[in-house]
């Protein structure tokens, strides 16, 4: 094996983990916070939670809300901004994958001047970022783990992302109670992100030993507890969904991604298509295409999702994917393009913006703008 | 699941990851590396050739190999004394656990003053250390990514368990060509030590989802590739094996030991036996002990070392031990407390000092000196 890096925050984990928020936020030698969450998280009462869990450890915050679903550059400019007026010293994010990218926008650009775009692609950070405490709201985007931040150019209307070691947040503290008030949709949509984070982490070209086994159990707890939760929404099965989400994270922070993220990012910037919603449509026809060059691995992915192998690695694999789409389906969520995206018209230029997509480095098989707009005419 | 933390260093990992031993250290701020290793490992040529990769990278050092295996408290202090003499600022080592516990040691006292005596137990670090960056020559000690150091008082003939988070180094660099040099004594015993940190980690009261994935992912590679890597010497067997050692690290830090670890510590400070010689007498008695208070556990270590189930969960978790003996058997190594322990009369006093270790607090049943004792007869 190549020399393989990986690299993880800190993690607390389990029920009650939240109330140690302002501890952790305290060790990082923090005087004033800059808590970022939104509206969502405001309702549900969360925010007012962290609110009072700060009081206690005598914390002063600055509190942060115009993040956007997709967060947009200009969110991010005025928010370093506000942290730098605010005088704030440690940055704390509470939601999903939104509030999350924002606050490590923010932190990225209060720390190292500039605008986001400066940073865009693999390891443009050079200065140090004030430390980060997130706590993840879904068991889905990972942001909470990862060395990624994807942040919407809004001229270009191009999702940027970037990629270093100094994004990842020092502590993620994963309290699986924040999903009790999460709807059905929105379970559904942050696990399907985390297993589309765990495939293609797993068949990416710099998946080693240390991501693989995160990976391959992301996708065996998503399966197994994604209906039961959607079903009883026991705190065991949104245990398991929030645990998968960490382990997706740990695998695709390290391994990165591939094609169905490269045209999930250009089809969120350029349309604002909600991220959750795109892999169920596109993961299946991506892993097909990918098939070829990573029989193995995909049979391997397919021997978890069928519980068994059905007689030869490609078979296995193209049944698991066959039974994916199922699962998909029951569900009872979109699954063909047709569904998300009014214009086919609007395709092309969608595939030829992914090319430029960095996550496309790692895919198993090289694709072309011609590769991705037959995928897109398979889903539509 | 009640609240869990999950700390590890930066990871590194793969062949000639060992030539990035010098801008990680670059990294963390150097400029002299105190530089922690033993004479194995300047015969094998390892030291040296961390000589010239820092040397490549301009930066200064001082050596320092004044220690045993089962390191003494008073190489820590001398150790801390060079370290503050010579103006280091970041401590490397290179070698098995006994380099690099005695590296954690001496991080310690140079930043936080006093003898290692005074931080014995969990939590007693209060001072920042400085940044330690290690790179294993055994796949075993998992001293590379635990918030563990072993530390022998001299004169109370003890082992002293220190164990905080800050004793997480900040950098682990695996490579496992490093393992190419080792006697296969060597292999077994740290593969052993290894295991016995998996099985432990495992069935910890403090356990969790993001230890219990890589404790049996570690108890899987050392199985089934322990008698390849004694065969052929392969990379990959090698590899493996170095890959088990760091996941057994994971677990082992994050959900700490239990009883084979306590009678292992309290062996090692009386009589200076080598800690990896232990885990093969002790952790099959162990298991047995433990068993009824964890059955579905020990049926999953069962389940990986026969390759399936054995009827009940009781009988599966009984016969994986019993093929446990075999495996130990095969190996040809000593296998029986007289092998390793001359005078049977000092095994109540060692099994009374093994009631106050640390890693005793984590084991799934209580035990008493009396049940101690009972294990080391069995074991005799």
Known sequence: ME???????EILFGRGSLNYAALCANRMGAEKVFLVSDEGLEKAGWVERVFS??????????????????????QVSEGAERYRQEGCDV??????????????????????GGRVQDYEGANRIQRPLPPMVFMPSTAGSGADISQFAIITDMQRQVKMS??????????????????????????????IDALSHAVEAYISTIASTLT????????????????????????????????????????FSNASL????????????????????????????????NLPTCVDKMAAIGEIILGGRRGSAEATAQAGIERLEEFFSNLNIATRLRDIVDDPDVLPQICEMAV??????TNPREATVEDMIDICKVSW
Chains 1, 2 share one sequence.
């Not at 020399?3 to 925050?9: E, L």
């Not at 430029?356 to 480095?361: A, E, N, Q, S």
Request: hydrophobic share 45%.
């Open 356 to 361: 430029y997509d960095t996550c496309l480095v």
């Open 53 to 74: 869990i700060l009081k206690e450890e005598h914390l002063a915050w600055h509190y942060y809300s115009a993040v956007n679903s997709n967060p947009r550059d200009y």
């Open 258 to 289: 591939g094609l169905d993220h490269a045209l999930a990012h250009s089809l969120g910037g350029k349309l604002d298509v909600a991220h959750g919603l795109i892999h169920p449509v596109l993961l299946p026809p991506v892993m097909r295409f």
């Open 162 to 191: 970037i990629i270093s070691r100094t994004l990842v947040p020092n502590i993620s503290i994963t309290d699986p109670q924040l999903l009790t008030t999460k709807p059905n949709d929105l379970i559904i949509s942050s696990a």
């Open 91 to 112: 940055v704390m994010a509470i939601g999903g994958g939104s509030p999350m990218d924002a606050a490590k926008g923010i932190a990225m650009v209060a720390s190292n």
């Open 212 to 251: 693989d086994i995160q990976a391959l159990k992301a996708i065996d707890l998503i399966l197994n507890y994604l209906p039961i939760a959607l079903q009883d929404r026991s705190m065991e099965a949104l245990e398991k969904l929030s645990s998968a989400g960490t382990f997706a994270g740990m695998a």
């Open 3 to 9: 020399v393989r890096k990986f690299s993880i925050p």
